[in-house]
């Protein structure tokens, strides 16, 4: 039988937020709860709801799987893909174009 274990899933929680660079104020406010509980959880000291789990593994961009059993995905693509865009999403438009160019040069040079 596979069990819940909190102390596990809060881990996982703490490790895909600083990987985001979410603090854990921006997790609190951003799933509408307070940071001492969202503290709570990545120590494994408080449980959630579905819905609370729900909004975490949308903000950190994480299937259930993976955030309940540590199960990744067979898609792991789309989790690159999320964690590029989370990384994006905090830059300039400026630091955007920048990195595009980047990016090509890179493909570029690697063909």
Known sequence: MIGYDKK???QRIRKQREA???SR???????????????????????????TMFSICNLLKLSPNELL???????TPYHETALIMAAL????????KDA???L???LT???
């Open 69 to 75: 059993l540590g199960q990744e995905e067979s898609a």
């Open 109 to 111: 040079a690697i063909r």
């Open 25 to 51: 104020e921006q997790l609190a406010e951003r799933i509408g709860r307070v940071p001492r509980f969202c503290a709570d959880i990545e120590r494994g000291k408080a449980g959630m709801s579905i819905e």
């Open 8 to 10: 596990k899933v809060g």
């Open 89 to 96: 999403n905090q830059c300039t438009e400026k630091q955007r």
């Open 104 to 106: 090509k040069l890179f």
């Open 100 to 102: 595009l160019a980047l």
């Open 20 to 22: 985001l660079e979410i």
